[in-house]
């Protein structure tokens, strides 16, 4: 499946049960690019292990999340839909990569002292190592375009610099791509407890935030306890995060601008609107749920799609390392 389309590359982390702020800031966005770029998503079960997981509930979550792409309606007819662990590549590139990589490039990055702060029990090589492993992710694919958040950006930027860095030193190899954020999305999700916070599958607070396989009920609920401002009136505004949050949320699963937001619920207070919010939330995931419970009863079909996105990734990444080998000396045979 490759055509003259650019390439892009994007994955999630199956680190627990995926967010509404994964599928908001990311997952809704894929469906929409898979007409006009060769799409390529991986659940990134190698990146996932930086931090601990239990091993049956990283089964789990990974079977899981491909199913989760799949009933929000990523087609892995159209795309190449893989498990990142499935294509030894990656882990291959990462070593020749780490070899022009510096320690201060990786230590002064914000997510590695973020999540070392938030793991001090658990600062291990692979989470210093993460964004090389990115880099490969993303280099393997000659992917040009690569759509991330802004929490994603630094990674980005060492993408470019490690892909210039190899051209420079061994010849033309790598595609250096751009940072590409897609119309409609950039929405950062904020927690519900901590509206400073973003959103994270791995809070320890599950009040924070909300899975898409919360039943209704479940959702409701957090997003009535869900922290708001003083005042009550329902606006959006740099002082009134957690308010602002909400109605992020609210217009991602609705469609409804700030202002269609503001003059719904004028006159009306934080409880209307909380409600509003938990249900909107819940009835927009109910056909989601319903097809991911679908698609898990069926087992045979996900480990076909896994392995012809295997096949599909693998003879991609393939072509870039031979490429890669060749370049850095390695005896590949007369
Ligand atoms: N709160 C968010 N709002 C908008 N977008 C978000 N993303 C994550 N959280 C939000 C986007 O989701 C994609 C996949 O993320 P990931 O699973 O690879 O890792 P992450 O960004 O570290 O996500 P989490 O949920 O915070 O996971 P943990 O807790 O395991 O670290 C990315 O495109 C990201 O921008």
Redesign the pocket.
């Known amino acids: 499946m490759e055509t003259e389309k650019k390439k892009l590359f ?4 199956p ?2 049960a995926v ?1 509404i ?2 599928y ?3 997952i809704r966005n894929f469906v929409g690019l898979q007409g006009e770029y060769d799409c390529i998503y991986a659940v ?1 079960d190698l ?2 292990i930086t ?1 601990k997981q239990e091993p049956a509930a990283l089964r789990r979550n990974t079977l899981e999340l491909m199913a989760l792409f799949i009933a929000c309606g990523i087609d892995p007819e159209k795309c190449v839909l893989f498990v990142q662990s499935h294509v030894p590549a990656h882990c291959e590139l990462t070593w020749v990569l780490n070899t022009i990589t510096y320690p201060g490039e990786l230590s002064r990055m914000t997510q590695f002292k973020d ?1 070392s702060a938030k793991h001090a029990d658990n600062v291990n090589m692979g989470l210093m190592d993460y964004p090389v492993l990115m880099v490969s992710d993303i280099l393997l694919y000659q992917a040009a375009l690569v ?3 802004a ?2 950006k630094q990674h980005l930027e060492l993408t470019r610099d490690l892909a210039v860095r190899f051209n420079n030193r061994y010849g033309q190899t790598f595609t250096v791509p751009e940072p590409f954020i897609p119309a409609g999305s950039g ?4 927690s519900l407890a901590d509206p400073s916070k ?6 320890e607070n599950p009040n924070g935030f909300i899975t898409m396989s919360d039943d209704k009920d479940t959702i409701v609920r957090k997003c009535k306890r869900a922290v708001t401002d003083s005042g009550s009136e329902v606006r959006a505004a740099a002082d009134k995060p957690g308010v602002t949050n909400l109605m992020t949320i609210y217009g991602a699963f609705t469609g409804k601008s700030f202002e269609e937001t503001e003059r719904e619920f004028a006159g009306k207070g934080y409880g209307d609107f909380k409600l509003a919010v938990g249900e909107a939330v819940a009835d927009a995931l109910a056909p989601i749920q319903a097809e991911k419970a679908r698609l898990l009863k069926d087992k045979a079909y996900l480990d076909g799609v896994m392995k012809r996105g295997e096949e599909s990734a693998r003879r991609i990444a393939a072509r870039t390392l031979s490429k890669v080998y060749r370049k850095v000396g390695f005896y590949r045979g007369e």
């Open positions: 994007s994955a999630v982390q680190s627990g967010t702020g994964n908001i800031g990311a990134a990146h996932a931090v999540k759509p991330i958040g929490d994603q929405a950062r999700v904020m973003k959103m994270s599958k791995s809070d």
